[in-house]
């Protein structure tokens, strides 16, 4: 159980373009979706939090309008990197949670590597 | 503000030997703790957590971790690594009752084991 997917796994895009990440809790539901960066040989750094049907909370340092977050549903968010630059390549990490169960444990999903050239 | 430090980048150890990573976290209330593992070209996959309780946890492939609560630290511990062992681990922390269950992460320890 706890399983969460990421689509897709890579992404290779042109400068300018934007790129979408899907984050999908495949086996119970997501009140709870975390966003994450991580740089190569670097810790993970969080983005942004969003709960189902809310506007998601952004990190100091995080732009909004660049990183477009939507949670509309309970196994389903998505990370939009708007007009990508090279400097947004990274490794993308979504986690979810049910934190209505009481429980702050968060699963992670695969992970989607960005290449923007 | 929380913070967690890993105090070792890159540990390389023979097959048997016996590991320590240290964790210290700074919050001055209650946390819960967790420590991750990412296998080479993997996601990341909870080890073990603490949340309350006997703060010696056992988690999954024979790792434990103690909770000390006057140092501030989650150290986590295996008597006898093996070769498949080799990956990077991460400590994490979140503050009890916190709003969004924010995870704050420690910058990761690698661990190459030898066969």
């Known amino acids: 159980g706890a399983v969460v997917s990421q689509h897709p796994s890579r992404v290779i895009c042109k400068s300018g373009t934007s790129v979408k990440i899907e984050c999908r809790s495949l086996?119970?539901?997501?009140?709870?979706m975390f966003w994450y960066r991580q740089f190569p040989k670097q810790s993970l750094m969080l983005m942004a939090t969003s709960n189902e049907g809310s506007k998601a909370t952004y990190e100091q340092g995080v732009e909004k309008d660049k990183f477009l977050i939507n949670h509309a549903s309970l196994t389903l968010s998505t990370l939009t990197v708007t007009s990508a630059h090279p400097e947004d390549s990274s490794f993308y990490i979504c986690s979810a949670s049910n934190t209505a169960s009481g429980y702050n444990e968060q699963f992670f999903g695969p992970g989607t590597r960005l290449t923007v050239l | 503000a929380q913070s967690v430090s890993q105090h070792n980048h890159h540990v390389i150890l023979s097959e048997a030997a016996s590991l320590e990573l240290g964790c210290n976290y700074s919050?001055?209330?209650?946390?819960?703790l967790f420590w991750y593992v990412q296998y080479p070209g993997q996601h990341l996959q909870l080890l073990l957590k603490?949340?309350?309780?006997?703060?010696l946890v056992k988690g999954i492939k024979g790792f434990e971790a103690e909770f000390i609560k006057s140092k501030f630290s989650f150290n986590l511990r295996k008597p006898s690594v093996q070769w498949s062992d080799t990956a990077e681990y991460f400590c994490?922390?979140?503050?009890?009752?916190?709003?969004?269950?924010?995870?704050?992460f420690g910058k990761g320890t690698k661990l190459s084991v030898k066969p």
């Open positions: 603490y949340f309350s309780g006997d703060p």
């Open positions: 919050y001055g209330g209650t946390v819960n």
């Open positions: 086996d119970f539901q997501a009140t709870t």
């Open positions: 994490a922390v979140n503050a009890r009752g916190g709003s969004q269950g924010n995870l704050i």
